[in-house]
């Protein structure tokens, strides 16, 4: 049985698990999910105003809105670099500004926040889509939290980097072992391809996710669970995403040239969670491509409550598709992945 995208089995891991602890994880505070990573945050300053891009996603709201904090968006450019006359504009002393690199797209540059943070502002980085990328700048925003479940198989797996004092939050195991069990079984399913044992891993996967919005109280990562993150060879993970997203740069090469799609990000080829893409018929391309097993998600969907701030936000959500990669498939896979949506173009 063959899938591409979605939750990692956790069969998949074995190839990537090393003798000796990752480096990646040095430094970083753990919590249950990167969302508990910014209820820590937002508990520290409960109540304070909180600018996010309009291009996010409602998990990105909550943290926030359930610690009593007043959420507003700031605009993009059209190449998601952030609007800084926008940001300057609803910019108040105090208040939490949230940043994110779209693919490799870094939205300000370090004279711009330090800028800001003269300005009072208290400068927040969510470096999901690029945490095991290597960096070598000088700057530092007052947080940094990243969701580095996204990457591979494990159960928890949410990261906080700051120099503030916190709290000591507590474990909760219910959502690590709900999030073991299902990808246990997507294992055996992809094994078996027994489409009954489908609903029921995915049904565990709906109830862990919904423990996350629960309240407001971060949640600490369940002690046995750093283990999985520490024994991960991140530098081997990265090395064969990026041999991934290679390879489907090379097959789409044409369609791009035909004006048929356009790449998301620069072609040095850092490989990010995904390949993204931009395309004229997204829906129908996204719901061909899962009716032949290829789940390609819409990494940031609108949310209803950033809805009419960001046209070129809005365009990104409805037009945007991003293209599994990752360690679990190899060359054939990228092909297969390939040819699939140049036939769903043709349509």
């Given at each position: 049985m063959r899938e591409y995208g979605s939750e990692h089995h956790w069969q998949s891991r074995?190839?990537?698990e090393t003798g000796r602890r990752a480096a990646l994880t040095e430094g970083w505070t753990f919590f249950r999910s990167g969302r508990d990573a910014m209820k820590q945050v937002a508990e520290l300053r409960p109540g304070t105003r909180v600018l996010l891009p309009a291009l996010c996603c409602e998990s990105m709201i909550l943290p926030f809105e359930k610690n009593g904090c007043t959420v507003e968006f700031?605009?993009?450019?059209?190449?998601?670099?952030?609007?800084?006359?926008?940001?300057?504009?609803?910019?108040?002393?105090g208040c939490i500004l949230l940043y994110m690199t779209y693919f490799d797209v870094r939205p300000f540059t370090p004279s711009f926040l330090e800028r800001l943070r003269a300005s009072g502002a208290f400068l927040l980085e969510d470096r999901t889509q690029d945490i095991i990328v290597p960096r070598r700048e000088s700057f530092r925003p007052e947080a940094t939290v990243a969701s580095l479940r996204k990457w591979a198989a494990m159960p928890e797996g949410g990261l906080l980097k700051t120099e503030l004092s916190l709290p000591e939050a507590k474990a909760d195991s219910r959502f690590a072992r709900l999030r073991l069990e299902a990808m246990e079984e997507?294992?055996?399913?992809?094994?078996?391809?027994?489409?009954?044992?489908k609903a029921e891993f995915l049904e565990k996967l709906h109830e862990a996710d919904e423990l996350l919005d629960e309240s407001g109280k971060p949640v600490a990562l369940s002690p046995e669970n750093l283990g999985y993150i520490e024994k991960l060879d991140f530098e081997k993970i990265l090395e064969h995403r990026r041999r991934n997203c290679a390879i489907l740069r090379e097959e789409l090469k044409d369609s791009a040239e035909a004006g048929k799609l356009r790449f998301m990000g620069s072609a040095g080829n850092p490989a990010g969670l995904y390949l993204g893409l931009m395309l004229e018929n997204r829906d129908g391309v996204q719901k061909y491509m899962a009716e032949r097993s290829i789940y390609c998600p819409v990494i940031w969907p609108i949310p209803r409550q950033a809805r009419g701030v960001c046209k070129n936000c809005e365009y990104v959500a409805g037009h945007m598709l991003a293209l599994p990669c990752d360690q679990r498939y190899g060359q054939e896979d990228m092909k297969h992945i390939a040819a699939v949506l140049k036939a769903a173009l043709e349509l």
């Open positions: 074995r190839l990537y700031y605009k993009l450019r059209a190449d998601l670099t952030g609007d800084g006359e926008d940001v300057l504009k609803k910019l108040s002393p997507k294992g055996e399913y992809l094994e078996k391809g027994i489409p009954e044992m």
